[in-house]
């Protein structure tokens, strides 16, 4: 059998002998009354960052959306990419979740190829969605932030830019100026196994 396929059906297994078991009347009380998670947290696919470990909750606590750099595309820039508006829609919408959360990563490969220019070349998907962020990449590099820096600074500017797109959607505008939404950025350090949140002043500060 592949290696790998084995390593997912050992996982399984001990998951419905353990942790499965342990928590049959959360799953049964989901299925009955379906979820309501109060938070939506949106981030990237990158393996090293799993929202439900970070914050250690259960199933049924978040609604999480996962995409390449944890891009929030603003409305005008869509195309045909749908798939980050449909979970946010549905999230605010159907859910009523009160919280969204948009978390940047360090060494994210997304926020490194925006920066080494993939979103200038049409011929890729990846290089597609992150050109996104081309504006973004562009302040920065005119900003003259040293090389070892602006790694970081592009990750963080990423959540920035996320968020305000997500104002550019009509119904999270809406549910945020009623006061029924409120809008968080974060980054976690994969490195250090922290997570700091962005402030009113868009700076981001350690929880620690």
Same mark, same amino acid.
């Given at each position: ?69 944890? &891009? !929030? ?5 869509? =195309?045909?990419?749908? $798939?980050? *508006?449909?979970?946010?829609? /549905? ?9 969204? &959360? !948009? ?5 994210? =490969?997304?926020?490194? $190829?925006? *920066?080494?220019?993939?979103? /200038? ?10 050109? !996104? ?24 500017e990423g959540v920035r830019q996320s968020l305000r797109n997500l104002m550019t959607y009509k119904f999270v505008e809406e549910a945020v100026n009623s006061g029924q939404l409120e809008l968080l950025g974060s980054h976690f350090s994969v490195s250090n196994r922290e997570l700091s949140i962005m402030n009113s002043n868009g700076e981001f500060k350690d929880l620690k």
């Open positions: 059998m592949n290696t790998y396929k084995e390593k997912l059906l050992l996982g399984y297994r001990k998951f419905s002998s353990g942790k499965a078991k342990l928590q049959r009347g959360l799953y049964q009380d989901l299925i009955i009354n379906g979820q309501k998670p109060k938070i939506m947290v949106i981030c990237c696919s990158d393996s090293r960052v799993n929202p439900s470990d970070i914050f250690n909750v259960n199933p049924g606590d978040i609604f999480e959306h996962q995409n390449v750099a944890n &891009i !929030v595309p603003s409305v005008d820039s869509l =195309g045909s990419s749908y $798939g980050t *508006l449909a979970a946010v829609e /549905y999230a605010v919408m159907a859910l009523k979740v009160e919280v969204i &959360i !948009v978390i940047g990563h360090e060494a994210c =490969g997304g926020i490194k $190829g925006c *920066l080494d220019g993939m979103g /200038y070349n049409a011929s890729g998907y990846v290089g597609k969605w992150v050109s !996104v962020f081309n504006e973004v990449r562009e302040k920065l590099i005119q900003m003259d932030i040293p090389k070892e820096k602006l790694q970081i600074e592009m990750e963080l």
